[in-house]
């Protein structure tokens, strides 16, 4: 997909992404990203590789970089967030450690490979094609994979609706939606993934998966 054509980066904006930076570095890592770092360190997080995809301004991959994790790949569909971002890794001084890369893993699948840990963080709402999104994510997760998702629950619905009226109205592409959750865990299990965590975090549902191969081992 293409982000101009599509609108990302006109929804995704350098001023958005600048406001993402500084709540970061004065509040830290706000919901439900903060319970997606929670999930992804719980198997550790030394020398263990991090890509995340949609990950705007890096702050989640950031944060588990602080915390131990080796390195980390971003694949961002937005280049909205990329000067922001370079500001963020440089007050960690983190730049070496981070790939990012702006384009779109589903349609570009050599943007990045396997890590540790995959992330995505209310992303599959963003992109119309889950099934692809998540195949692609699912594909790459060598141990761990965590997601944040809306529910399909009908004031969601609403919401997203009128969300996607008001960019019709502008000329815009960009659409956001609630995927069925059941299909979108089925893709994941496809990959060879199966889920260990289900919760909520104010509207936002959170899923954590693991590689079964892993939980066998650890059995
Ligand atoms: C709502 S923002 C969330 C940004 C960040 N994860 C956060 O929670 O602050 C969704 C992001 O996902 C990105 N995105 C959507 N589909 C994507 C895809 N297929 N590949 C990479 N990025 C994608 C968009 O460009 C956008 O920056």
Known sequence: MDCCSSGYDEVFTARQARWFRRRYETHGLGQPAATLADLAAA???DGRTVLEI???????????LRRGAATATNVELSSSWEEQAGELL?????????TRVVGDLVTDPGLAGAADIVVLNRVVCCYPDFVGLLAAAGARARQTLVFSYPPRHPLVRAGLALLNAWQRLRGRGY?????PP????EVLQEAGLRRVFGGRQGVWRVSALARV???????
């Open 43 to 45: 198997g550790g997080l």
């Open 213 to 219: 191969d892993a939980l066998e081992r650890a059995a």
């Open 90 to 98: 440089d007050a960690h001084g983190l730049r070496g450690r981070v």
């Open 175 to 179: 659409r956001a939606f609630a995927h």
């Open 182 to 185: 059941s299909a979108m865990h």
């Open 54 to 64: 949609g990950g705007g301004v890096g702050d989640l991959h950031v944060d588990l």
